[in-house]
């Protein structure tokens, strides 16, 4: 099994949404946090959320846990190469 490791501020994305739906409802935020990692469904229902990954031969780097409605390049600037290419990260 290959190891995952988080962007700091893809950890900090998560943080920040677990403590956001906490404030919503008590608990929420631990059921957001404990339901992605549950399935291996591309969209996590009740959540509006997405992991933006790249897969590399020995780990996944978690890059951004990015809310569907945000700007879609916001993560790009946390992606260790310097230019996106055909090998962008994928969106689950």
Request: aromatic letters at 14%; a positive charge.
């Amino acid at each position: 099994m290959k190891r995952v490791i988080y962007h700091p501020q893809a950890n900090r994305d998560l943080i920040d949404a677990a403590l956001y739906y906490d404030r919503r409802h008590a608990g929420l935020g631990e059921r957001f946090l404990v339901r992605p990692f549950q399935t291996r469904q591309r969209s996590v229902r009740r959540f509006p959320y997405g992991l933006i990954f790249r897969e590399y031969d020995d780990h996944i780097l978690i890059v951004a846990v990015a809310h569907f409605s945000r700007d879609p390049s916001f993560w790009h600037p946390r992606m260790p190469e310097s230019k996106l290419d055909d090998a962008s990260p994928e969106v689950s």
